[in-house]
Structures are given as structure tokens and as C-alpha cells.
């Protein structure tokens, strides 16, 4: 399966326009991968469970997904500067467009834990799924939903609880993934291991 994964002629993936995501393996370079997922573990035991039963509509319009998992955040906003600022010029070359690295996480999924469908905040242009440790399992894309209102995607997630059939699923241990999050919706479904999965996330907004 390549999914959303356009290889042009120089070898290179470009953000696929339909899909809104790439598999893009290399961008994380396996260093700079190594002590993000130490300091994940670091920070493992000061991560806030996160836990949302259901789906609603914010007062702005906005359909927020059911969830269950932990997050924490990434440390100081000065560390990484070089990496991330690397890191945005890379992805501009996928997105069509200058971005700025607004802000990072680590997420830690345990047994049953989940991610139900709904898109990312609007100020996250590009949102990169970075795979530290653990086992995987799918990510769950779906393209074929891009173009709900938001009032019309609470009833789809209402619906399916959360994970409709269809879309593409994409292994992120395949390599880091690039998403139009906030265009194109996405769930994960339920973590069935005993071992934890670990992700890194990065929002990018567009540069100003």
C-alpha cells in the first residue's frame, strides 16, 4: 500500500492533495528520533490523562472527538531549535507552503486506548506523527470525509463511535506521517496491547 504517498520522479514523497498525508521516512533523522523517544520516556510520569467520552460542538462550530489517551508536553521551547526549524523547511517542500512550528507532544496510548475520528485544531496547517516505541497499529485516514461540515462529521462519528469503516489506514513505524489534519479527518482505534505506543506530534501553522 502506498496510500497517500506520491513519489515523484526524483524520488522524492509529495504531500499527496487528494489524501492530505505522506509517508515521509528519513525526515526524523534516527538521532534526533532516539532522544525524543528518551525524553518521552522521561517524561512519561508527569504525562495528564486525557479522556473524553462522546462528541459535541464547541460554541465555534467546532466537532471535537472522543479520546482517550495521555499527553505531555514536549519541555522547553528553546531545545530542538535547530532540528525543528530543519524540520519546518522540509515539510514546506511537501505542503506548498512556509511553515512555523507552533507547538509538540508526546502521546502515549495504553491498552483501550483511543483516538475517536474528528479533525486537528485549524491553526495547525501540518501536523507530523512521529512513531517512537511500541506497537503501532493503524492510523486511520479518511479522504472520502474531507469535504463534511463539521455539523455533518458529528453525525458520521456519532454513528460509528468514533471510527467509520472506509478510509486508509497507514502504519506510521513505516515512516514519519505528514497530515493535513485540521482538512482531512482521522481516528485511531483502539490500542489493543499490553506494551504502551509512544508518538511524537508536531504542529506547524503557516508562516507569517
Not at 472527538?65 to 535547530?82: I, P, Q, T
Request: net charge negative.
Amino acid at each position: 500500500m502506498n496510500g497517500g504517498r506520491a513519489v515523484g520522479a526524483d524520488g522524492q514523497h509529495g504531500l499527496d492533495e487528494v489524501g492530505g498525508y505522506a509517508l515521509i521516512p528519513g525526515v526524523v533523522p534516527d538521532s534526533w528520533s532516539s532522544r525524543l523517544r528518551e525524553e518521552a520516556k522521561r517524561l512519561r510520569s508527569t504525562a495528564e490523562r486525557r479522556e473524553r467520552q462522546g462528541f459535541e460542538l464547541t460554541a465555534e462550530g467546532r466537532m471535537l472527538g472522543a479520546l482517550r489517551n495521555w499527553y505531555a508536553g514536549d519541555g522547553s521551547e528553546d531545545k530542538d531549535v535547530d532540528e525543528v526549524g530543519w524540520l519546518a523547511s522540509r515539510l514546506a517542500q511537501w505542503s506548498g507552503a512556509l511553515l512555523q512550528h507552533k507547538h509538540s507532544s508526546y502521546l502515549y496510548y495504553a491498552r483501550g486506548d483511543y483516538l475517536g475520528l474528528h479533525r486537528d485544531h485549524v491553526s495547525c496547517a501540518v501536523t507530523l506523527l512521529v512513531w517512537l516505541s511500541g506497537p503501532a497499529g493503524p492510523l486511520h485516514i479518511h479522504p472520502e470525509l474531507t469535504e463534511l461540515d463539521e455539523q455533518s462529521l458529528l453525525r458520521t462519528a456519532t454513528q460509528w463511535n468514533g471510527h467509520p469503516p472506509g478510509g486508509v489506514e497507514v502504519d506510521i513505524r513505516r515512516g514519519p506521517v505528514v497530515l493535513r489534519g485540521h482538512v482531512v479527518p482521522h481516528d485511531r482505534p483502539p490500542h489493543p496491547h499490553r506494551e504502551e505506543l509512544i508518538l511524537a506530534t508536531f504542529c506547524f501553522a503557516l508562516a507569517l
